[in-house]
């Protein structure tokens, strides 16, 4: 089997691709338990069903997740106001 190995990376992005086309279990001699929070950074955001069903639907569009999709918006919206400041 030819398989890609974990990207040693700290881009989220970057490893949000990777994990949604790649299966865990594929790489479980790769893992390594960790103690505390890698991530600390996590906002739960509230939508109408009908809102998430939009964003699922332009997520698949896109061959992303629709978190991965958010997050692309949430980091256009923040370089686009950076720009105008």
């Known amino acids: 089997m030819n ?10 992005q970057e490893l949000a691709h990777f994990w949604d086309t790649h299966d ?4 479980e001699d ?6 505390e929070p890698v991530f600390d950074s996590l906002i739960s955001v509230q939508l ?15 061959g992303i997740s629709p978190a991965n999709l958010i997050r692309e918006w949430v980091v256009e919206r923040i370089d686009q106001t950076q720009v105008r400041n």
């Open 48 to 62: 109408e069903p009908e809102e998430f069903e939009v964003i699922e639907t332009l997520a698949k569009a896109h």
């Open 30 to 35: 790769e893992l390594e338990e960790v103690d």
């Open 3 to 12: 398989r890609k190995n974990i990207p040693k990376t700290d881009s989220i």
């Open 24 to 27: 865990l279990t594929d790489f």
